[in-house]
């Protein structure tokens, strides 16, 4: 990970927050004034650069402000958090408009100085897996007509700024199409913000939306944006609109009607720019019959709907988004690109994937940790693929029949149909998630379907036996080793590189991990 990059000219405020951030295990670098952290804005790299940037306002030598303003142009999507005495908090406010991602009053309490640091890196690094998968693959991949139905549309509305609709089932891509509308459409250059609905408490979501004033309620301590504001001028995403809250539609609807809103205990309007992309895998209609949404509100939204065909409608899609995900995943994961094998490819294409194209994200991420070989074969893939194919039969099929293999090395190997103004394919999923399940249950089922008999602790013990055999002395140390890379592997995979919450999900200490990362080579 980058340093978070610390500019004060107090030697006491930095020394502080150097080391409760190093007790993080976050890199950190520290500067005295803003010139110096422009001087190594210039000469650092893509590697060099901050993850995130924490800046007093007042300091010799110039001002926080206009080390925002400058350190935005050229990086636009850093986060910028400004530290300011409570009397510096008119400053602060503005501070947002030029793009800040918060500010930190002074004095700070520690713990939740470094909980905001933590958020803040966060929201960079999925940021930068986001910019990267855009980067290194096309937006979208899909040959079926459903999906060419799907990038026609996005054509279309490519110079539009109109409300639009997405349904679709979960896993499905919805958040994907919505950053290609806003990619493609005339707010392009302005902020793209995600918000999901159904993620966050009720009694927060009105805040989270709309912002608050200082004091508006218990903990308020600070006046603080809300997501249309971070959105201005750019488009707001409302992923699962169908579980906001029935109070809440009313105040969403009057915003999508004049444009304006108030914060939480404000008593001024805001006017908001912004464009609104609502999304749902419910169906909407039967909710608004049920007296659950409103019915002005789902008209509101319904201006262009697009809807996103399941996997399941797709599967000659398999092929293209399959090799294409585990390159994805080996170049996350820093390791050689794993193969597939066709018998392994087709049998993938004969899953039904009831989590849709985040599902097979998933699997991949999960093949490119846990397969043993280079080549991946039928047997490595997941459990609930193989006992999923068992049951419908196709596992056989999908193994041994030619015709099946041939048919999806022609789908695999035709280009992706394009369009003018549009993406040319699908990568699907919003994030990733767990891997699919845990080894003793992929090795249970392993055996279910190859009758081999033999899980990975029967595989443990021959090659102990095969080691021991050769009069190796070292057989503990090669298997332990063997045995906590594939781990902290997998757990890095499973929380996106946080190497805190994979110790915490190991049930390890954060300095045990991070010193096992080291000794393993793993951070080569």
């Not at 993620?199 to 903990?219: C, M, N, Q, V, W």
Request: charged share 25%.
């Amino acid at each position: 990970m980058k340093p978070i990059w610390i500019v004060d000219d107090d030697q006491s405020i930095r020394f502080v927050l150097e080391k409760a951030l190093t007790r993080e295990d976050f890199p950190v670098r520290s500067f005295t004034n803003p010139r110096e952290v422009l001087d190594a804005l210039e000469g650092a790299d893509g590697q060099d650069g901050p993850q995130v940037l924490v800046s007093d306002i007042r300091m010799p030598g110039g001002s926080g402000l206009d080390l925002l303003e400058k350190v935005k142009e050229a990086l636009p999507d850093l986060p910028v958090i400004i530290m300011t005495a409570f009397s510096d908090l008119d400053s602060a406010v503005s501070a947002f408009q030029g793009g800040a991602f918060e500010y930190l009053p002074k004095p700070f309490d520690l713990p939740k100085a470094v909980e905001l640091i933590r958020r803040a890196v966060e929201e960079s690094q999925r940021e930068e897996v986001l910019e990267e998968r855009m980067s290194v693959t096309p937006e979208m991949l899909g040959q079926a007509p459903a999906m060419q139905d799907v990038f026609r549309a996005i054509g279309r509305l490519s110079q539009s700024n109109v409300t639009v609709l997405i349904t679709g089932e979960s896993g499905s891509g919805k958040e994907l199409v919505a950053r290609a509308l806003h990619k493609h459409s005339p707010r392009a250059k302005g902020p793209f913000v995600a918000i999901n609905t159904a993620a966050i408490p009720k009694d927060l979501l009105e805040s989270e939306l709309f912002g608050h004033e200082r004091g508006a309620f218990t903990g308020a301590q600070a006046m603080r944006r809300g997501r249309f504001e971070q959105a201005e001028g750019g488009t707001l995403f409302l992923d699962e609109i169908g579980d906001m809250p029935f109070d809440l539609q009313t105040r969403l609807l009057r915003v999508l009607s004049d444009g304006n809103f108030y914060r939480v205990g404000g008593h001024s309007a805001v006017r908001s720019d912004v464009r609104v992309i609502a999304a749902t895998h419910q169906n909407l209609e039967e909710r608004v019959k049920q007296g659950e949404f409103r019915e002005d509100l789902f008209h509101r939204l319904n201006v262009i709907r697009l809807r996103l065909p399941a996997l399941r409608e797709r599967l000659e899609d398999v092929p293209m988004l399959t090799r294409n995900f585990l390159q994805a995943s080996a170049k996350q994961l820093g390791v050689e690109p794993k193969r597939i094998s066709d018998a392994a490819l087709a049998a993938l294409g004969r899953f039904n994937y009831p989590g849709n194209v985040r599902q097979l994200e998933n699997v991949c991420h999960w093949l490119t940790v846990m397969a043993p070989a280079q080549v991946i074969e039928v047997k490595d893939l997941p459990p609930e693929v193989l006992e999923g194919l068992k049951a419908s039969g196709g596992a056989a099929s999908a193994a041994t029949a030619p015709e099946a293999t041939g048919a999806t090395d022609s789908v695999a190997a035709a280009e992706p149909v394009s369009r003018v103004g549009a993406p040319s394919g699908l990568v699907g999923g919003d994030v990733i998630v767990h891997p699919p399940a845990t080894v003793s249950a992929q090795s249970a089922s392993t055996e279910s379907v190859t009758g081999t008999g033999a899980g990975w602790e029967a595989g443990l013990q021959a090659e102990a036996q095969a080691l021991l055999e050769e009069g190796r002395h070292d057989v503990w140390d090669v298997l332990t080793r063997r045995v906590e890379t594939r781990l902290i592997e997998t757990a890095l995979a499973n929380t996106r590189g946080r190497r805190i919450e994979a110790a915490n999900r190991l049930g390890i200490g954060r300095n045990t991990i991070t010193r096992k990362i080291q000794e393993l080579g793993l951070d080569a």
